[in-house]
Structures are given as structure tokens and as C-alpha cells.
């Protein structure tokens, strides 16, 4: 047997990327679109999508996978909330204070990664996000705004509480943001949908570009792939963002409780896995 037989069988598990040929362009591209047009339509970044994607269709180990969706998101972010901040749809500062609850949150995630099974973390985030669900595709009004829970004196301590709850559970479960900052805003800020997806996706950004640059270090990051995944994603996150801006208050409301639900279901079936695996 030659050296170069012996090198193959010695790395039988290398990089699926190692030689990006046209169907993984392909591949990579179709994944990043299909996931921008998800985040710009929901305000999420699309890991929800890119994760299994990559891990399934592309055949990635899921801590690479892990850290090349978060390359991926940056391009679902950036240009989705560039494009509703063109429209008045981002509040910035409300962004920024929710951003460094997410901070405090991911570290905190880490911290008490292993103290609390997963498997309630997950059944208690589930909950949340039906309940959540619920109330935006039922019980809210034609104007959400008037409707905040919590709000005035209390809005900075909301705004960093949604933030470290979201950072959490980010850090624990591997769950996208979005899922929590755009539900949060609207039911306890009293921010319309629209603005909410804005702000999340605004929120969103820094927190994937942070995480892709750290995850990019330890080497878990296939740039082409992000590359081209991201391209795709920011051309789908255009898509998503207008057909948002199209929709009114109500409709993209209930269309994001569908999301939600979806979600949920798929968290459930993925914890229940692991809990008798």
C-alpha cells in the first residue's frame, strides 16, 4: 500500500470541504437562501435552519456546523436589518441595552452549562414560546403597541432581563435569539411586529459576528462554505424583509406564532431524542 493510501485510510473523516465542487456550491448556496429568507421574514438569524442543514445535507460534525451557521446568520442579519432600519423598523438603542443583557447571558449560559439538565431547559423554553405563541396569534389587537405589559421606568430592566434570558438559553441549548427578543418586544415592550424583527435582527448581528470571529479561531468555521452560504443568505434576507414589510401587523403577528410553533415542535422531538438516547 503507497503512502497516499495510507494517509486515506488514516482520515476517513475529512472536512466535507476540503474540495468545494459545484454541487456544494450549490448546496451551500440554496441552504444560505432558503435560510435568509426565513430570518428576514421572522426577524431570526436562520441557525435553526443552517444547523441541520449543514449537518444533514452537507454532512458537517455539528460543532463545525455550529460555528459556520453563526457566519452564515452575520449575512441574514446584516442585510435584513439593514434593510427594515432603511424603513424606521430598527430601534437601535433598545437593540443596545438588549445586547449587553446578552452578553451578561451567554456567559452566565456557560457558566451554568451541566448545573441544569437540558432537557427541562428545553420543555421550559418550549413553553415559553407557546405560550408566546398563543397570545400573539390570538390575543393580540390590530395595534400591539398599546398593548405592553411592562413598560416606562421599567423598560431598561425588561429590555436587559429579555436579553440575558435569550443569551442563556443561547449558550445552553444552541437556540437562535430571535425566537425570544421578537415575542419578548411585543409582548412586554409593546413594540409593533415589524419593529420587533428589526430590533432582534439588530441585536442579532454583533452577536453572530462576535460568535463566528471566536468560533473561526478554534478553527470551526468553513469559510467557503459561510462564504457562499452567506451571499445566499443576505440575497434571501432581501427577499424576506420586503415580503414583511408587505405584510400587515396581524398577518406577520400570526405568521410568526406559526413559526414559533413549528419551532417548539422541533425542540421537543430533539430533546425527547437525546433524553432516551
Request: proline fraction near 3%; include cysteine.
Amino acid at each position: 500500500m503507497n503512502a497516499s493510501g495510507v494517509d486515506r485510510l488514516a482520515m476517513p473523516h475529512a472536512k466535507p470541504t476540503d474540495c468545494l465542487n459545484r454541487p456544494m456550491r450549490v448546496k451551500s448556496l440554496t441552504l444560505g437562501l432558503a435560510a435568509g429568507i426565513i430570518g428576514g421574514l421572522f426577524g431570526v438569524g436562520g441557525g435553526l435552519l443552517v444547523v441541520p442543514g449543514l449537518v444533514l445535507w452537507l454532512g458537517f460534525e455539528q460543532r463545525r456546523a455550529s460555528g459556520t451557521s453563526l457566519a452564515v446568520v452575520v449575512g441574514t442579519s446584516a442585510a435584513a436589518s439593514a434593510r427594515l432600519a432603511g424603513d424606521g423598523s430598527v430601534e437601535f438603542d433598545v437593540a443596545t441595552v438588549v445586547f449587553i443583557g446578552a452578553v451578561i447571558g451567554v456567559w452566565l449560559g456557560v457558566r451554568a452549562t451541566g448545573l441544569i439538565p437540558s432537557y427541562w431547559l428545553a420543555r421550559g423554553f418550549v413553553a415559553i414560546m407557546l405560550a408566546s405563541a398563543v397570545r400573539l396569534a390570538f390575543f393580540a389587537g390590530d395595534n400591539a403597541g398599546d398593548e405592553a405589559i411592562l413598560g416606562g421606568a421599567w423598560e431598561p430592566v425588561v429590555l436587559i432581563g429579555v436579553g440575558v434570558v435569550a443569551g442563556m438559553l443561547s449558550s445552553t441549548l444552541g437556540v437562535g435569539g430571535g425566537v425570544i427578543y421578537v415575542p419578548a418586544l411585543v409582548t412586554l415592550i409593546g413594540l409593533e411586529q415589524i419593529v420587533a424583527q428589526g430590533t432582534s435582527l439588530a441585536v442579532i448581528l454583533p452577536t453572530a459576528l462576535l460568535g463566528s470571529i471566536l468560533h473561526g479561531r478554534a478553527g470551526r468555521v468553513d469559510w467557503k462554505v459561510a462564504v457562499i452560504a452567506g451571499a445566499g443568505a443576505a440575497l434571501g434576507a432581501l427577499g424576506g424583509a420586503e415580503i414583511a414589510l408587505g405584510l400587515s401587523d396581524v398577518a406577520l403577528r400570526r405568521l410568526f406564532a406559526g413559526f414559533l410553533m413549528l419551532v417548539a415542535v422541533r425542540m421537543l422531538s430533539r430533546t425527547r431524542a437525546s433524553l432516551e438516547n
